[in-house]
């Protein structure tokens, strides 16, 4: 065969390894790598990355070789993979066995149980090559199965988890591959834990639990006497032949029922996100507890418990008595199929009648007994279903979408088990410890509605799919919360119609959305509740529109920093705030300033911003657990401001503002806030501490709120449109004739290619306000000149265009406005007539103002103008420095003295230059920010060392500090380079 890859992009296995000679292996016996030189089989399929790996091959051979069509199953998943790709996080099905110390299991006995499993079983050695374009089963009659061997530490379950990661994560070659990857991790040369993965094409999940049943034996006793069950291939034989005419009856029962069923087509509510279909996952003991209590009361099984709790949210406010439901069914209820090692789930259909209002007791005898008429149905050809419905005239795939798909996929979900012990109050306090998140949407799927059930340690996990064209997003969770909430109800009294108190609906939604922080030990997290207001949408503000496009930009998780906002507001420890004051202080921000509580939506292939009226804001509390060790707090809220703004923010589904509280001594000394770029600024920011200072200590605000995102995005579509013109005007004037100053590469550029420089200075600090005091000037200013200086010093070019940051406070009503406004301007200076250093600073003043004057302006309209003229809007202004000075406060107290000329002087040798983690992709050939640090500032450049090489990164830095210095002391002449203090 040919050789095996894995491509990234399309996750397949592109490429096959062919016999396998001359691969690294493990002798059995010997347990250590050995290299064969050849093999007896050599059909073996392997992705290449494992050709380098300590591999075992385990040699199997047994019955039930030959051909077969698909099974029924097969043949729904592959007529998926055809329409949709390869599914491969659900269709790779991961198992781990683990194996005790006291067994003393080694390599080699192992490798043999792993063999004589494969033998057992004919569908683990069954491909599905194509045939005349279409694919057929084939089990062979002998082979060998490679093994991957980790070296694991303790009782290996870490190493086992990478290991299911690593094989599972691959979609299979179905065609050419077995479809089960196995690997073995050792621990002390004894295997502790052995990794399988199956592909779900050809073992479905019950299946999957007998074949491990049968690996924990093999390894045990190293034989099984019991002959095993079904295979995939004798599965498809009897459908191609006996089981036709139990398909035929399902196919009638399925457009029998669906005959019952009203025929009134779903309105969209609105346009639907980008992926469409979103999906929450409430993990809740309650729930599980409960589901188990009421199966017990109503003698039904658990499975139809969470059915009806799930049918019973899903029907309440559809307007529809009549309904369809899809459970997913095994199809093991036939003797001869209990141990089939074959994919059989196929999906049930039933319809549940709720005339007459009835109570929850009521709802559940309904759906128990109409999903088992369903159950009983699933067994079908689905060619023949489909070709059914469509003789009918009945267009097939959209004909269920208005229902409801439930597929409990837990591994054991039968009788047999008593009846926990849980009062009313018992089940009440384990909801408080349900969690709710977010896992990644579709861009397709059969249903609207659809609900999948899943084991997780201590209680049950529900994740609920909703398509949000049909059902706001923000609906998803209260579904779940009011499901956990009816069940919990239903554990020990009747529940009437209609069956819930809540006045959450999935046809209106809720506000009680949000990606909560991740709390440890000692810490909790308390939702809390906002009232605003008004819920309204408008399209993105022109600094949002910006800052978007630096998002699709800056994709490293280094860069996505600078699109989080931290910042920390000590609390005196005078003041005795309390948690709760603090949460209330928490929950009037939130309700005080719409923006933070705008997230994103996308409508028509363009991002909207929408705001919501009253939610909850989870906010985490921390208390210090040594106040001795950390008095104030300090050192904790330093910790969760690394944890709160490691995270990307989810703008679809998260709201904008991250926060914590650090309490010492029951009393909160600090609290953490996180802002989302897109949202608010950093002058917005600044606001909103400042508010939240004032709602601390005093519980009011005492001015009126700002502008906020959408009054913003409203002027900027009216009012302000003919000041984008004129903006945009002046950028292409200033640019005509406008030199760049990175245009020509110096070199080659090492890996990574962008490199960070940091020169942390007290000169500079002292030195700037002197300079602003002594030329009347503001301290940015003084940055801005001693840039350009430095970039064009020695080069005699009559102009230097450097992009600088606006914050666009300027405009009347925008100085208190929360929200982003800040755009880059772009500043030329003049320098014909070699400038000393004080008309440098006048004419950089005047050129600094001209752009901020222009730095407000619709970016659409921007891009488009500089498209026609052709540049590349994304990549030509690259040729140009960016100065980003981000200094909260930059005024000049004149009435502070600064140190005198030695002092001053003095203070350039505890300067500090270190090089900062490097970037792999960058927008800008060079970037300067200007930040505050303590007593000092932080020049910080960014460089693309193609064009700014990075033995020039600290000459750079140095040399605006010495310009500086110099020129806080006396007048410098052109060329403004002074030389840096010698180290």
């Not at 061997?149 to 050419?176: E, I, K, P, S, W």
């Not at 008429?373 to 959209?398: C, S």
């Not at 959305?513 to 809390?528: C, L, M």
């Not at 005007?729 to 090492?750: C, H, I, N």
Request: one cysteine or more; aromatic letters at 8%.
């Amino acid at each position: 065969m040919g050789a095996s890859s894995v491509h990234a992009a399309s996750n397949r296995l592109d490429r096959l390894i062919g016999p396998l000679c001359n691969t690294r292996s493990i002798d059995p016996a010997a347990g250590r790598p050995v290299l064969r030189s050849g093999m007896r089989f050599a059909d073996v399929v392997i992705p290449v990355e494992w050709a380098s790996e300590p591999l075992l091959h385990a040699e199997f051979s047994g019955t039930g070789a030959g051909t077969a069509p698909l099974t029924w199953a097969q043949q729904v998943l592959w007529r998926s993979i055809s329409r949709f790709g390869s599914n491969h996080q659900f269709l790779n099905l991961r198992r781990t066995v683990a194996i005790s110390a006291r067994a003393g299991i080694d390599v080699a006995t192992a490798t043999r149980a792993v063999g004589a499993l494969v033998s057992r079983h004919a569908a683990l050695r069954t491909r599905l090559p194509l045939r005349d374009g279409e694919p057929h089963q084939e089990a062979v009659p002998a082979g060998v199965l490679p093994l991957l061997v980790c070296v694991g530490t303790g009782d290996g379950a870490q190493a086992a988890r990478a290991a299911a990661g690593r094989l599972g994560d691959v979609a299979f070659d179905h065609a050419a591959e077995w479809p089960l990857r196995m690997a073995l991790v050792t621990v002390d040369e004894r295997v502790r834990q052995v990794v399988l993965v199956f592909s779900h094409t050809t073992v479905d999940a019950h299946a999957a639990e007998v074949v491990l049943r049968d690996l924990r034996l093999l390894l045990l006793r190293g034989s099984l006497p019991t002959p095993p069950g079904p295979q995939s291939t004798e599965v498809a034989r009897l459908q191609h032949g006996a089981d036709r005419r139990r398909s035929e009856r399902s196919v009638a029962y399925w457009l029998r029922e669906y005959q019952r069923l009203p025929q009134e087509p779903m309105e969209p509510t609105g346009p639907g996100l980008d992926p469409p279909f979103r999906r929450g996952v409430l993990v809740s003991s309650a729930v599980d507890t409960a589901a188990r209590l009421i199966a017990a009361r109503h003698r039904v099984s658990v499975p139809a418990v969470l059915a009806a709790g799930y049918y019973a949210m899903a029907a309440r406010n559809s307007g529809r008595t009549m309904s369809g439901l899809f459970p997913m069914a095994h199809n093991r209820f036939r003797t001869e199929y209990a141990n089939a090692v074959a994919n059989l789930g196929q999906i049930g259909f039933c319809v549940v009648d709720l005339a007459g209002r009835p109570d929850f007791g009521e709802v559940l005898s309904r759906v128990w007994a109409a999903s088992l008429n369903g159950l009983r149905h699933a067994y079908y050809e689905p060619p023949a279903l489909r070709q059914t419905f469509e003789e009918q005239g009945i267009e097939f795939d959209p004909a269920f979408r208005a229902h409801y798909y439930f597929n409990d996929v837990r591994l054991s979900v039968g009788g047999g088990e008593s009846a926990p012990e849980a009062t009313a109050d018992d089940l009440r306090a384990a909801m408080a410890s349900s969690t709710f998140s977010w896992t990644a949407g579709l861009h397709q799927a059969s249903w609207h509605l659809l609900t999948h059930v899943v084991d997780e340690p201590g209680g049950v996990g529900i994740t609920l799919t909703a398509d949000t064209r049909l059902i706001a997003m923000d609906a998803i969770e209260p579904f779940l919360r009011d499901m956990e909430e009816l069940l919990v109800r239903a554990a020990h009294t009747d529940v009437p119609w209609p069956w819930s108190t809540t006045t959450a609906t999935a046809a209106s939604g809720s506000t009680r959305v949000a990606t909560e922080p991740v709390a440890v030990d000692g810490e909790e997290i308390v939702s809390v509740p906002f009232d605003g207001g008004r819920d309204a949408s408008a399209p993105l503000t022109w600094g949002q529109r910006a800052m978007w496009r630096s998002m699709d930009e800056f994709d490293s998780p280094a860069g996505y920093r600078v699109l989080s906002l931290p910042r920390k507001l000590p609390v005196p420890a005078r003041s005795e705030v309390t948690v709760a004051r603090a949460l209330q202080a928490v929950g009037a921000l939130v309700a005080r300033h719409e923006s933070l509580r705008t997230r994103f939506r996308r409508r028509d292939d363009e991002l909207h911003q929408e705001a919501t009226g009253a939610g909850r804001l989870p906010v985490l509390v921390h208390a210090v657990p040594r106040p001795q060790d950390d008095p104030d707090g300090r050192d904790a809220a330093a910790a969760l401001t690394a944890r709160l703004r490691a995270p990307r923010f989810d703008h679809v589904a998260e709201w904008p503002l991250r926060i914590a509280l650090v309490t010492v001594a029951d009393r909160v000394r600090q609290v953490v806030a996180v802002f989302s770029h897109a949202t608010v600024d950093f002058h917005a920011s600044d606001l909103v501490l400042r508010d939240l200072r004032a709602l601390l200590l005093s519980a009011t605000a005492h001015r009126a709120p700002g502008l906020q995102s959408l009054d913003l995005a409203e002027r900027e579509r009216d009012v302000e449109q003919r000041r984008s013109q004129r903006a945009v005007a002046y950028w292409v004037r200033e640019l005509d004739g406008l030199a760049p100053s990175l245009s020509e590469p110096v070199g080659s550029a090492p890996s990574p290619r962008y490199r960070r420089g940091s020169l942390v200075s007290a000169a500079v600090h002292h030195a700037v306000r002197l300079v602003a005091a002594r030329y009347r000037t503001s301290t940015a200013n003084a940055i801005l000149a001693a840039t350009a200086a430095g970039l064009s010093g020695d080069g005699g070019q009559p102009t230097c265009g450097i992009v600088v940051m606006a914050n666009n406070r300027f405009q009347p009503g925008h100085e208190q406005a929360i929200g982003t406004l800040n755009q880059i301007g772009l500043c030329r200076l003049d320098l014909a007539g070699r400038p000393d250093f004080a008309e440098l600073l006048s004419r950089a003043g005047r050129a600094a103002l001209n752009a901020y004057r222009h730095a407000y302006y619709d970016p659409a309209v921007w891009e488009s103008t500089f498209t026609d003229l052709g540049h590349d809007h994304r990549t030509f202004l690259a040729h140009y420095c960016y100065l980003n000075d981000a200094r909260l406060s930059r005024e000049v107290d004149p009435a502070q003295p600064g140190p005198d000329e030695a002092d001053l002087r003095a203070m350039t040798s505890g300067s500090d230059f270190r090089w900062l983690t490097e970037l792999e992709q960058f927008p800008w050939r060079c970037r300067v920010q200007v930040l505050d640090a303590p007593g000092a500032v932080e020049l910080v450049v960014t460089a693309d060392t193609r064009y700014f090489p990075a033995q020039r990164v600290e000459p750079f830095l140095r040399g605006i500090e010495a310009l500086l210095v110099e020129a806080a002391v006396q007048d410098v002449p052109w060329p403004w380079s002074p030389a840096p203090a010698a180290r």
